[in-house]
């Protein structure tokens, strides 16, 4: 059996496809930034984001996902491309024998996943997808609390994300962009899925559709894990900005806020509180971009954190099927 790679010696060799907006923001610089990668090539269609971002950051940059494919240094993929294109993008990436990391939601339905989870179980690739705060150091302290009996037994969740409406060209209201459930939505399922560490059952849930967008815009889940704990999710667009976890025990609660969206500046602490006294936990501010590439590229490196991230990826998109399914049969 080959001895998995040691990327500290080794970095994991990556190409992005896709160079909007967030992929610029947050994923290729995060690329350039953790000792565990090193950003490879750059695929868009644009002709002057191309040139800029070659210039910028040394890398090689394509036209398009092929002709980056071609390019035998390259990896592993991450794909930044509209939801809609994930299932197509990533299958090329598979099938051309490179890892796939991918943007979320990972693709449209559980069926498409569970197909590219296949192709990558079959060919050994790693499939990995985005979830930026599950690797923030928040998140752990968060689960460090629970599991010391800081807030006794866990007994609810509410996760809340929304903000003001966007431009009306941004791709997440387009058709093939997801729409709120597989953009804000996915935080607030599956980070209480994560922090529970149990599969959560979709009790209820409900989708709304703004008038003139093609897509949801906003919805609301009530979901349980199989001990009982409710986990009450809302998300969406056109609304003031929320972005907090709030974890309810049997003896007190602990806070998030910003639970999601965390610039690398930012200060991540965590409210404490018991008997309506409040503590508060510091958190050590930390790039959670780069501690997620880091952890992707632990994936490349070795087969058990490869067939981990696969079973990830699949279960992430079966609740997220579920939440729409839940909203479909009201």
Known sequence: MTAPRNIDEEPIRVGVLGIGDHASRTVVPALRSSPATVLQAVATRDPEVR??????????AYADLDAMLADGDVEAVFVCTPIGRHHDDGRTVLEAGRHLWCEKAFTETHDQAAALGALAAGRDRALCVSCPPLYHGQFAVMA???????????????????????????????????????DAGF???IVPQALLGQPLEVIGAALTNDAGYAVDTSGSALLRSPDG???????????????ELVV???????????????????????????????????????????????????????PDARSRFRAQATDQQALLDAVRAAAERR
């Open 51 to 60: 040139a800029a971002t070659a210039a910028e950051h040394g890398c090689a």
């Open 229 to 243: 704990v409710t986990v009450n999710a809302e998300w969406g667009y056109g609304r003031d900005y929320v972005n």
């Open 187 to 189: 935080y607030t399922a």
């Open 248 to 302: 309810w025990g049997e003896t007190g609660s602990v806070t998030a806020a910003p639970a999601y969206s965390k610039p690398a500046h930012l200060d991540a602490r965590l409210i404490l509180r018991r008997q309506n006294r409040d503590e508060v936990v510091e958190v050590p501010a930390g790039n959670q971009f780069e501690a997620m590439v880091a952890r992707f590229a632990e994936a490349v490196a070795d």
């Open 144 to 182: 460090g609390l629970i599991a010391d009996g800081r807030v006794g037994a866990v007994r609810a969740i509410t996760a809340r994300f929304g903000f003001p409406h966007l431009e009306p060209s941004d791709q997440r209201y387009a058709a093939a962009g997801g729409g709120a459930l597989l």
